[in-house]
């Protein structure tokens, strides 16, 4: 467990090296500069925002230096929307908000996807397995600002039950956005659960269970769903990830103060050191919920041998 755990961890460490070393190249290549735009400033002004930043320097220099700080725990600073303002700040203060919203809409998704996707398995060819899969498959074909937007329309504004502008102070403000962003999760989840469902409760030990005269639901949630849990387990792990730094267009739709709608701002405004500080907390997390996913396959199912799989 030790060895594998070590291995995956310098996995890891390279992997958010490469990420780091993509990301800075590719935002180097695209066209324009954060300083220009409709209203440009003078031509010596940009030169001395530029030299002030470092972005005169031989892109070499530039990727040492960007690489030097980064091993620092420096991830820069601002250079558009908050200008001087260190990147890192602004991930710690943007960053709650987002994980609030990604974690109540998981949570959702994860507890009704799987009720859902049990029932199905259990009921499978009747009236509710049908309409389950229908909800589903059209939960899985439409995109989370698609379903952020019809909920905008349907139940914001004057004379509805949910206020159109955000406001952290009272719970109202979480459901829309918690709903908009955990149906995709739970629609793919209540999915994979059903197809994981039916192939366990095929299992030898399911008829012997069944043979013993345990309960029905008790077959189900303990027996069944133990070894069914595993695929659903391995999606959970970036997932949760993706859904914690916050849906992007989420957040822009419902104006929520999150790290999800400063990244895109950030974008549109060429705000570089945002944008790479944004993807590698984001890849970074992603990597270590995979981490965390591959040591609790040892805890839904002890037979797995770690070793062996690394």
Known sequence: ???????????????????????????????????????????SVIDALNAKYGLDQPLHVQYKMYMGNLLKGDLGVSVKMSKNYPVINIIKNNF??????????IGWALIVGVILGCVSAYYRGKPADSTLRVVCTVGISMPSFVMANL??????????????MFDPSTWKSFVLPCAALGFYPMCYIARQTRTSMLDSLNQEYIKTARAKGLGTWKIVFKHALRNAFIPVLTYLGPQIAFT??????????FS????????????????YPVIMGTTIFLASFVIIMNLVVDILYKVVDPRINLAKEG
């Not at 929520?256 to 705000?271: A, K």
Request: glycine content about 8%.
């Open 96 to 105: 709650p908000t987002s994980a609030k919203i990604g974690a109540i809409a």
């Open 151 to 164: 909920l905008l329309l349907a139940l914001c504004g004057s004379g509805k039950p949910f206020p159109a």
């Open 1 to 43: 467990m030790a060895k594998y755990i070590v291995k995956r961890v310098l996995m890891a460490l390279f992997t958010i090296f490469a990420i780091a070393t993509v990301t800075f190249f590719l935002m180097k290549a695209v066209p324009g500069n954060p300083f220009v735009s409709e209203k440009s400033p003078p031509q």
């Open 244 to 253: 914690l730094t916050g849906g992007f267009v989420v957040e822009t739709v």
């Open 256 to 271: 929520i103060p999150g790290l999800g709608r400063y990244f895109v701002q950030s974008i549109s405004n060429r705000d």
